[in-house]
């Protein structure tokens, strides 16, 4: 069965410092993963997704996430922090078959700027 | 992007009545959409699948009796909570698989409360 830990669920930092989100994996075969970012009350936006080829993706706003198929991580990352940035994160995971894909999410992170 | 759109965003009903809450991609035909549940501070609970033309298919523990699932056209899926109580009280929130199969899209969410 797949499955996905975020480790942290509260992050706090100042604005313009970097961010690094972590996100581990269990899944059988390379998944499809990916970020998405939640308001408060709000439904999810995607920021940045990973099925194959370079493991380095960029997102939008600025984020980043780096594939490491050894580790079963995919963490996300962002030099410089916004306040407009704090929200929750959360880190899911999907089989590559086409059709009916079922993300698993993870618990979240809940990260919080301080100014 | 690709949008999805849920309708209401809030809603109030009286124990033992229905409300229906509507999912539709705005610009993509979607086969398949997904529906799920998510609790204060919580992450999703993927509640079930729906499927154009077909029977949802729901995840374990979902009565669903009392969450009836219609994906009558490839734009539109409504969830329709039966007889609600105070429990079914969440947030839910829907999601759309593009016509690549690749990436899911949510929708903003729709607030239920049970009174």
């Known amino acids: 069965a797949q499955s996905v830990t975020q480790p942290d669920i509260h992050i706090t930092v100042s604005e313009g410092a970097s961010l690094e989100l972590r996100c581990n994996y269990s899944y059988g075969a390379t998944p499809y993963l990916f970020w998405y970012v939640q308001s408060p009350g709000q439904g999810l936006q995607l920021l940045l997704k990973?099925?194959?080829?370079?493991?380095l993706v960029q997102g939008i706003k600025g984020f980043e996430a780096e594939f490491k198929r050894s580790q079963s991580s995919f963490n996300l990352r962002k030099p410089s922090v916004h306040w407009s940035d704090a929200a929750e994160y959360f880190c899911a995971v999907g089989p590559l078959t086409g059709g009916g894909n079922k993300l698993t999410f993870g618990t979240g992170t809940q990260l919080k700027v301080e100014l | 992007g690709a949008v999805v759109s849920q309708h209401p965003s809030r809603v109030i009903c009286k124990s033992g009545t229905s409300v229906k809450i509507e999912c539709r991609s705005l610009?993509?035909?979607?086969?398949?959409m997904f529906w799920y549940r998510q609790f204060p501070k919580q992450s999703l609970m993927l509640m079930a699948t729906s499927n154009e033309g077909s029977k949802a298919t729901y995840e374990q523990g979902v009565e669903k009796d009392k969450f009836l699932i219609n994906h009558a056209s490839l734009t539109l899926s409504t969830l329709t909570v039966t007889s609600a109580h105070p429990e079914d009280s969440s947030f839910y929130i829907c999601?759309?698989?593009?016509?690549?199969?690749?990436?899911?899209?949510f929708g903003e969410g729709s607030w239920l409360t049970v009174v």
């Open positions: 990973y099925f194959s080829g370079d493991t």
């Open positions: 999601s759309a698989q593009d016509g690549s199969g690749n990436t899911i899209y």
């Open positions: 610009d993509f035909q979607a086969t398949t």
